[in-house]
């Protein structure tokens, strides 16, 4: 009896700190929703007034900016292709875009293997060179890239500006995948030498399509920033005449 008693009353003590603890998990859970739902709120608002916005005329954009279009006006998006030139731009961009991104990708794969995988005199030096490109200031660099461009005649260029792009995105995606491939088992490119495969066969053939999501992580980075990019493009300008 008396331990049962004793049982009966250590539940009964029990209790109150549960609840407590339900209680205070479920005050955290709704503090946590509230900004979550806060942020999404604040993300999505601008994206959805954009949308509004675009089916409106200039006067309703000015003079009632919070309101519904009064009439869907579907030519501000002809206008907007042909006499603001969007089309051209937008090509414009991805031409410069998806080749440097490719490339990007690519030689920092290929450069990131070899510093994750092979011992060699000087290696330590080489990733330190990579990294002393992030914290290189863009800034600093602009108007002797300038004139090595134009001495070069890659000024005013397409390829001239995919160069710069894949140099300035080399650094940090370099430096992300050479991690990524540590990560990878050793034994996968052991297991394929003796099975008398090259280099170039493991590389391309086993390790690069295990290393899919750092590319795919890092082509989603560089992406977004070459495409906000301003600086560059704008000093190296590509001038009307290839628009």
Known sequence: MTSTSAKMEAV????????RLTSGGLIGKILTYT????????????MVW??????????EIFFSPWALPKVLMWEN?????????????????????LPSLFFTLLLS???????ARFEFRGRQFITYL??????????????PLYFLMQKLALLDTYHGLILVYIAF????????????????PKELGEAATIDGASQ??????????????????????????????????NTLKIGRAHV
């Open 12 to 19: 009964s003590a029990e209790a109150p700190r549960r609840n």
């Open 35 to 46: 900004v979550l739902v806060f942020w999404a709120v604040l993300v999505i608002f601008p």
């Open 50 to 59: 954009s949308i509004m916005s675009s089916f409106k005329t200039d006067q």
């Open 77 to 97: 998006f002809a206008r907007a292709w042909v006499k603001a030139r969007i089309g051209a731009y937008l090509f414009n961009t991805l031409l410069i875009i």
């Open 109 to 115: 794969a290929m450069a990131s293997y070899v510093l």
């Open 130 to 143: 990579f990294l002393l490109g992030m914290i290189f200031p863009i800034f600093l660099g602009l108007v």
């Open 169 to 184: 995105s080399l650094s940090f995606t370099i430096f992300f995948l050479t991690n990524f491939f540590r990560t990878l």
């Open 200 to 233: 170039y066969d493991i590389f391309f053939q086993v390790y690069l399509p295990l290393a899919q999501p750092g590319l795919v992580t890092m082509g989603i980075f560089n992406f977004l920033g070459q495409w906000n990019q301003y600086i560059l493009p």
